[in-house]
């Protein structure tokens, strides 16, 4: 069965949507591992900062399904599909990894392209799986975060009980 891996992130009352959507995951899933939770600017806006994690799950289905299921998570938490692609969130969430699966088309672009460019997305994963080899550089994300990870320290952990 596939390994899921979700980029989760919000900065509109981040503790309180992250806390709803990381339940939702709880009762949609059996077993749900989850990163440090990270906060950090927001990218390609002026906004608040972000609170960033990252979640893993298995799930069978096709990757359309789950796409499907996050989407329907977020529209719980009152995400707005319609906002700007740069803009607040009440919550996001984004698959980055399907288990060892490429696939880069109108619909679905996994590994997601942006995992190596933002450390919100790569330092958590790299905290969860450092040992996970990425299926298209053939490294583990350790070695990825040792080459991609932003030398700038835009990002600092947060605790949260879920």
Request: hydrophobic share 35%.
């Amino acid at each position: 069965m596939p390994k899921v891996y979700v980029s989760i992130g919000s900065n509109i009352n981040r503790e309180v949507n992250l806390q709803l959507a990381i339940t939702t995951l709880r009762e949609r899933y059996e077993s749900v591992e989850l990163s440090p939770v990270y906060e950090t600017p927001s990218v390609g806006f002026d906004g608040d900062p972000f609170y960033n994690l990252v979640a893993g799950f298995e799930d069978d289905r096709p990757v359309e399904s789950v796409i499907q299921t996050l989407q329907d998570i977020e529209a719980g938490c009152g995400r707005d599909r319609s906002a700007p692609k740069f803009g607040s969130r009440s919550i996001d969430l984004d698959i980055i990894l399907y288990g060892d699966l490429i696939r880069h088309d109108e619909s679905v672009r996994l590994p997601r392209p942006e995992l190596l460019k933002y450390n919100f997305m790569l330092k958590p994963l790299v905290d969860l799986v450092p040992h996970l080899v990425h299926p298209e550089l053939n490294k583990t994300l350790a070695e990825c975060g040792i080459e991609y990870l932003s030398s700038t320290l835009d990002y600092r952990e947060i605790e949260i009980e879920f």
